[in-house]
């Protein structure tokens, strides 16, 4: 993992990365409420993206590097990437032993996510994933015939969970965790602070971000979220405490930049999910907001909408592709200033 960062340019790499999922921050102390050394900020690279940590509080550097080994302990676990996690054992022989509680926690809650979404959120999705990327960048789509193929293998419901052993029930399935593990990295960093004494700060990990306390002037943390037309400007700003907060999107993101088509995927259908460009959710704990952010997207307005509006302290702010901005029925109550697309 990298040293903390301080530089003029990983600050502007790390708003580059947040602007692409969707989200930047406003964070503000008035002056003459509290001292700088108060507030600790640094940023690091795990989880394929920035994490960034703020923290209130002095002499709290122990706290932040206990933050971060926590999110790169969930990392080893749940990268598809590392032959050696726990994730791509599973992957590489369909079934694992002596799996660790996170990970079945994880696998366990994603399942459960499965059936409240009515499958618009499925761990087991990369096989369709990777059939449009890589038909996309040969320069065709995929048939009709090669999408209901590699269907076959997307159902979270043949996954098994027996105490901590699971398995695939399907050759060639796998499982993976990008849709939620970053929510829960950023959830565990957060309860690690806490552990430490820390009682104000957020956790940001590519635009999956938890906040508890207040900032130093004692007001809840606000966040801006972006407009998709104008990575200058928010469309609105939003004030949260011991919330969290997640956007997924489709105007930055594509299989590549000639199809233009979502990188989300609707698996239910194998198809490109286009109903929304953006999906922004506020719910209690990041691997939450993290889930129903993509499983909104995937719904549309909707049925996404109606899923908010079931979901306990849960709320929505959605874009449609003709820019209509649809929010559930208590978002308004965390809206700081309204400047919505003109």
């Known amino acids: 993992m990298g040293a903390p960062k301080t530089t003029i340019f990983v600050i502007i790499l790390i708003f580059m990365v947040l602007t692409l999922f969707g989200i930047f921050f406003y964070f503000t102390v008035e002056s003459g409420e509290k001292n700088q050394t108060d507030i600790q900020f640094e940023s690091r690279e795990a989880m394929g993206t920035i994490i960034t940590i703020e923290v209130v509080g002095v002499s709290s550097s122990k706290a932040l590097d206990s933050a971060f080994e926590e999110i790169e302990r969930i990392e080893d676990l749940m990268n598809i990437y590392n032959q050696d996690s726990e994730i791509s054992r599973i992957n590489k022989y369909g079934q694992l032993d002596g799996v660790s509680p996170d990970l079945v926690y994880v696998i366990n809650r994603s399942i459960y996510y499965g059936e409240i979404t009515g499958g618009a959120f499925d761990i087991t999705i990369l096989p369709i994933r990777m059939l449009w990327k890589n038909k996309i960048n040969s320069g065709e789509y995929p048939t009709g015939d090669e999408i209901n193929s590699t269907l076959l293998l997307v159902n979270y419901s043949n996954i098994s969970v027996i105490n901590d052993s699971i398995s695939l029930k399907l050759e060639d399935m796998v499982i993976d965790l990008g849709g939620i593990a970053k929510g829960y990295g950023v959830d565990q960093a957060v309860t690690v602070l806490k552990k430490e004494g820390i009682e104000s700060g957020y956790v940001n990990a590519g635009g999956d971000g938890m906040y508890f306390g207040t900032k130093p002037d004692g007001l809840p943390w606000r966040v801006g979220l972006r407009n998709p037309d104008n990575k200058t400007e928010a469309i609105t700003v939003i004030e949260i405490s011991d919330m969290a907060v997640t956007t997924s999107g489709n105007y930055e993101r594509f299989f590549n930049e000639s199809a233009r088509l979502s990188h989300i995927c609707d698996p239910r259908t194998g198809m490109s999910s286009q109903s ?16 129903l952010a993509t499983a909104v997207f995937v719904l549309g307005p909707v049925e996404g909408m109606e899923l908010i509006e079931k979901t306990e302290n849960t709320e929505a702010l959605l874009i449609t592709p003709e820019r209509q901005i649809i929010k559930s029925s208590g978002f308004d109550s965390y809206e700081y200033g309204k400047h919505y697309i003109k």
């Not at 460009?277 to 939450?288: G, H």
């Open 276 to 291: 929304l460009i953006s999906a922004t959710v506020i719910a209690s704990s990041a691997m939450e907001a993290d889930v």
